[in-house]
T-cell receptor, first 112, second 113 residues
Framework: DADVTQTPRNRITKTGKRIMLECSQT?????MYWYRQDPGLGLRLIYY???????NKGEISDGYSVSRQAQAKFSLSLESAIPNQTALYFC???????????FGPGTRLTVL | GDSVTQMEGPVTLSEEAFLTINCTYT??????LFWYVQYPGEGLQLLLK?????DKGSNKGFEATYRKETTSFHLEKGSVQVSDSAVYFC????????????FGAGTRLFVKA
């Protein structure tokens, strides 16, 4: 079984809809991250969490919110989706001493 | 702040050619350095890493040496294969930055048979 899973894998939605992307991990890591990937822009950090009670904004948090329901679960929400949020979204965890990251398979989101 | 700069792609090579993808970084502390690879339709996965100056990371024929004096971590492979076609990301993780990872923009590699 995969260590970091994401649901759904693909989602098409309309402008103004609320969307939730879910991430679960079995790595036992405290640190979890949400990234957005756009062509030619690499990965940009949306939110990160160093433990269940710690949530931090990344470089592009506007229009997004997160919830850390448990050590193993970290959800990303788009309260009112807009077309420029069309992208590939990745969840990741990190190893505590070296910072090595472990990625989920990604969610491809299309906002029409 | 910390940053990573890597060469723009795409890079197109013939099978068995030598590969170099340049990566330089700026960091206030002593970061760990990584190369991640993303195959089509998949998430990123670690290719190799180095945690201190002069360390050499290696995996699957790829190598990169942590050069503190030139703040570089260039990725090399002596003979690429079609299966190496992917996007490669250089990254750093700095304890001083709370172990957030900073990624380069990625370099797409195409290998032709």
């Amino acid at each position: 079984d995969a260590d970091v899973t994401q649901t759904p894998r693909n989602r098409i939605t309309k402008t103004g809809k609320r969307i939730m992307l879910e991430c679960s991990q079995t790595k036992g890591h405290d640190r979890m991250y949400w990234y957005r990937q756009d062509p030619g822009l690499g990965l940009r950090l949306i939110y990160y969490s160093f433990d269940v009670k710690d949530i931090n904004k990344g470089e592009i948090s506007d229009g997004y919110s997160v919830s850390r329901q448990a050590q193993a679960k970290f959800s990303l929400s788009l309260e009112s989706a807009i077309p420029n949020q069309t992208a590939l979204y990745f969840c990741a965890t990190s190893e505590p001493t070296s910072g090595e990251q472990f990625f989920g398979p990604g969610t491809r989101l299309t906002v029409l | 702040g910390d940053s990573v700069t890597q060469m723009e792609g795409p890079v197109t090579l013939s099978e068995e050619a030598f590969l170099t993808i340049n990566c330089t970084y700026t960091a206030t502390g002593y970061p760990s350095l990584f190369w991640y690879v993303q195959y089509p339709g998949e998430g990123l996965q670690l290719l190799l890493k180095a945690t201190k100056a002069d360390d050499k990371g290696s995996n699957k024929g790829f190598e990169a040496t942590y050069r503190k004096e030139t703040t570089s971590f260039h990725l090399e492979k002596g003979s690429v294969q079609v299966s190496d076609s992917a996007v490669y990301f250089c990254a750093l993780s700095d304890r001083g930055g709370g172990f957030k990872t900073i990624f380069g923009a990625g370099t797409r590699l195409f290998v032709k048979a």
